[in-house]
């Protein structure tokens, strides 16, 4: 469980704008570097010691802050290094390194290390949070020439890190799935599979399961590593079995020696039900006309956690059609029916890119609470306003009234961050509501009734 260091309950307008602080960096040179450059890289190592000491003090996840940086800033350098590396000569035409000697290779080295701390001591503005600085001490190590120190004083602007920390805090880890299990009932209401044209329930199945796999393998080719399966019973009764499984051990368990190559195959797959039903609304058989209605649903299902990712219901259609030639008439239903989750297949692979293969998350901070219990009903009250971006909050870390709420979602990351709009005042129980920080998205505090006597004023329902 994370330490959190809390600011006081309460903090001013200004003092949440401009905190003055005390910060301290440090930066190992080598041969060549300039003074100029030396001090960049303090003042620079010296503002990333600042926003890490302003998250810690905002009970922010630093540690997924830190990690999605580096993540989203090796992407930034790599066209860079791509580019020096050509200029220099270090690779050929087709990109393949190229055999340097030992000058080359110290030049190559120099000119790299000169190009990514550059990069790095700009990348992510962090210096747009320091408002102004003093410069209080420089010095170098007594035991060590090339390392340097240095201490500031300095104003930062805490609004500017909270925006900062959201630009970073949503990126996502991608997933890949090992299958598509393609799951499909059929009903029939008042009919027989000899009244839709067929003599046996397979003649009309089979004919349509095809062109489904034809559509979804063109779909969501190279998505699912071990493609596309239409389950049987035995493996129906498989992917139930797995999904009977606590929770937690769903979504935890990823190790073969616990869980079993099998389970981890399924962990990592996807369920499609596809439910159909043909009811018969009435036959003629002198003019020798059917009329069929279709109706049925859709559902993606994620195997890791049994979560829902989405679902349609299809519309109920009821369509006539000719008895007189079978398998003409089969044909037609079967079109028809093939038609049904066609638009859900043909944007299959957009939809698990959306709100599947990459899972965000953002952690909040709730001050001011009297027991867990009032954490646990706004963590359920944000599942409940974010259902659409599958949110779901967990209860991450506590610190005598301080809790952290760490929320995981799908799909877009801006759009996941608008529910939190919705949440500038709320109501909380009979007792109290929570209240937005005006400056600080990731901050809410709770303030009780006998706290402050606006409180009565606020409209329960949700702005």
């Known amino acids: 469980m994370r330490k959190l260091i809390i600011l006081l309950a309460f903090l001013g307008t200004s003092a949440t704008f401009a905190a003055s602080v005390t910060a301290k960096g440090q930066f190992t040179s080598k041969p060549g570097d300039t003074l100029s450059f030396i001090k960049k890289q303090l003042y620079a190592n010296t503002v990333r010691n600042v926003l890490d000491s302003e998250l810690q003090k905002l009970g922010l996840d630093r540690k997924t802050f830190w990690q999605n940086y580096e993540t989203k800033f090796e992407e930034h350098f790599a066209p860079i290094k791509e580019n020096y590396d050509q200029k220099f000569g270090a690779v050929d035409e087709e ?6 000697s030992a000058a080359q290779k110290d030049r190559y080295d120099r000119g790299l290390r000169y190009k990514k701390l550059t990069s790095q001591a700009s990348y992510g503005k962090f210096n747009s949070i320091i408002t102004s600085y003093a410069i209080k001490k420089m010095s170098k190590s007594l035991s060590r020439a090339d390392t340097h120190y240095i201490t500031i004083n300095a104003k930062v602007n805490r609004k500017l890190v909270s925006e900062i920390y959201y630009r970073f805090i949503g990126t996502g880890k991608n997933r890949t799935f090992s299958r598509l299990y393609l799951n499909i009932n059929y009903k029939l209401n008042d009919l027989t599979w000899e009244e839709v044209g067929v003599s046996s329930k397979s003649k009309f199945t089979d004919v349509v399961e095809e062109h489904w796999l034809q559509e979804l393998s063109a779909s969501v080719g190279g998505v699912f590593l071990d493609g596309i399966e239409v389950v049987n019973p035995s493996t129906r009764q498989e992917i139930y079995e797995h999904l009977k499984q606590p929770l937690a051990q769903l979504r935890e368990g990823n190790d073969t020696a616990i869980f079993g190559s099998r389970q981890n195959e ?3 797959s996807l369920m499609m039900n596809l439910d159909i039903t043909l009811s018969k609304e009435y036959k003629d058989e002198k003019q020798q006309l059917i009329n069929i209605k279709t109706f049925g ?4 299902t994620d195997l890791r956690d049994g979560a829902v990712v989405t679902f349609t219901d299809f519309a109920p259609a009821s369509q006539e059609y000719s008895t007189k030639d079978p398998h003409k008439q089969s044909s037609e239903i079967a079109s028809f029916v093939y038609q049904l989750p066609i638009s859900e297949m043909k944007s299959l692979k957009r939809t698990v890119k959306e709100k ?6 953002f952690e909040i901070v709730l001050k001011n609470t009297k027991n867990i219990n009032e954490a646990f009903d706004f963590a359920g009250m944000l599942k409940e306003e974010g259902v659409v971006y599958f949110f779901d909050p967990q209860i991450s870390a506590t610190l005598r009234n301080v809790v952290n709420i ?3 979602f799908s799909g877009d990351k801006d759009k996941a961050m608008e529910v939190l709009e919705k949440f500038k005042t709320v109501k909380l129980g009979d007792e109290a509501i929570v209240k937005r920080d005006d400056t600080l998205p990731f901050v809410f505090n709770v303030i009780h009734n006998n706290e402050s006597p606006l409180t009565k004023k606020v409209e329960s329902k949700r702005q």
């Open 95 to 100: 990109g393949n390194p190229v055999q340097l």
């Open 266 to 268: 399924l962990r990592n």
């Open 297 to 300: 649903g859709f559902v993606l």
């Open 356 to 361: 599947v293969s990459i899972k965000n998350s």
């Open 406 to 408: 760490t929320i995981t």
